[in-house]
């Protein structure tokens, strides 16, 4: 029961050295089709996120190949630096995914950052991260993947649905 129970999913989640904990910090989901149909909700904070402005371009043609999270630092506060690091983000991945025969373009790469406000990410680190979490890649990567993204939680949030032939998979993040 993960993000990764519907068919074409795998996920990863790796150790980067954001969190001063050492703990997980970093997942990685890829959506391998047939399908790339997504949908987003964001906060309606007039202070978002770099991440968060990324994301809402990336999400609005209903396409969303590849999902990259950090735990440990948001991103938010960071100003233009911060979107550029984002933006960085999503282009290395495309980059580092192509490297192993997955051709996804940056602009189908959602960036989601967790943590700290008002630092900027620590790039060497998230970057080494997030070629980690390409080579953990698997279809049984999403309880990983859920750790990865906890801060505060006690317990990964994972669920997946199936009904009408489709299966549904997520994972969340919160207190407790």
Known sequence: MSVTSP???????VTAGIKASGRPDIALVVNDGP???AAGVFTANRFAAA???WSRQVVADG????VILNSGGANACTG???FADTHH???HLSGALGAVGVEIGAGDIAVCSTGLIGER??????LAGV????AALSSDGGPAAAVSIMTTDTVPKTASVTTGGYTVGGMAKGAG
Request: aromatic share 4%; charged share 20%; hydrophobic share 55%.
């Open 7 to 13: 068919q074409g999913f795998r996920a990863a989640g």
């Open 35 to 37: 399908l790339a149909v």
């Open 51 to 53: 991440p968060v402005l």
């Open 63 to 66: 396409e969303v190949r590849a």
């Open 80 to 82: 233009p630096e911060g």
């Open 89 to 91: 983000t999503a282009e």
């Open 121 to 126: 990410l620590p790039m060497a680190k998230l």
């Open 131 to 134: 070629d980690a979490a390409v």
